[in-house]
């Protein structure tokens, strides 16, 4: 599977975090966790576009997204 985000990006994510150090493992982890994430926001994000009658997914659908899965985690 290709990668997604690059291996310096989660790095900097998690020292913004507060992290001092940042194994592998750490950011692989990320990685994952982003992409499902990322999956999930992106599917919630299309049935708020067809629900509007769009088949263009704007901002406002990922913000709104964001909103669903926030509140059902």
């Known amino acids: 599977m290709a990668r997604t985000f690059p291996e310096a990006a989660l790095e900097k994510l998690l020292k913004r975090g507060g992290a001092p150090r940042v194994s592998l493992g750490a950011k692989e982890a990320l990685r994952k966790e982003l992409e499902t994430l990322g999956g999930r926001v992106a599917a919630e994000a299309a049935r708020l576009a067809a629900h509007a009658g769009r088949r263009t997914v704007d901002e406002s659908d990922i913000r709104l997204a ?7 985690a």
């Open 66 to 72: 964001f909103r669903f899965i926030a509140q059902s």
